[in-house]
Nanobody, 115 residues
Framework: QVQLVESGGGLVQAGGSLRLSCAAS????????MDWHRQAPGKQREFVGR???????YYADTVKGRFTISLDNAKNTVYLQMNSLKPEDTAVYYC?????????WGQGTRVTVSS
C-alpha cells in the first residue's frame, strides 16, 4: 500500500510564493513519475505539471514560467515551487504518483491567493 501526503498549502497574497510538498511512503518498488493537479471551486480538476523519475518536467501553459516541479528520488518526495501567484491559482492541489501497478492520489492541500 502506498500513501501520499501533501503539505505546504495556505493563504498568500497575489504575487507571493508557496512551496508544496508531497511525500510518498509504503511499498514503493519503482516510481515512474509524480504529477500535480488542482481543482478550483466549481471547476474540474486540471493538470498542473509532471516530473519523471529521470527528471523530465512538463507544465500546463497556465503555470509555465511561474511554477517549478522538483523530485527528491531518495525521499520519494515531489515539490511544487509556486511563484508570482495569481488569484486564479486558488485551488486544492493534489499530487499523484505513478507507482506500478497503480496511480495513487494524495488528499490535497488548499492554496488561496488573495488579490
Amino acid at each position: 500500500q502506498v500513501q501520499l501526503v501533501e503539505s505546504g498549502g495556505g493563504l498568500v497574497q497575489a504575487g507571493g510564493s508557496l512551496r508544496l510538498s508531497c511525500a510518498a511512503s509504503g511499498r514503493i518498488f519503482r516510481l515512474n513519475a509524480m504529477d500535480w493537479h488542482r481543482q478550483a471551486p466549481g471547476k474540474q480538476r486540471e493538470f498542473v505539471g509532471r516530473i519523471t523519475s529521470g527528471g523530465n518536467t512538463y507544465y500546463a501553459d497556465t503555470v509555465k514560467g511561474r511554477f517549478t516541479i522538483s523530485l527528491d528520488n531518495a525521499k520519494n518526495t515531489v515539490y511544487l515551487q509556486m511563484n508570482s501567484l495569481k488569484p486564479e491559482d486558488t485551488a486544492v492541489y493534489y499530487c499523484n504518483a505513478d507507482i506500478p501497478p497503480n496511480v495513487h492520489w494524495g488528499q490535497g492541500t488548499r492554496v488561496t491567493v488573495s488579490s
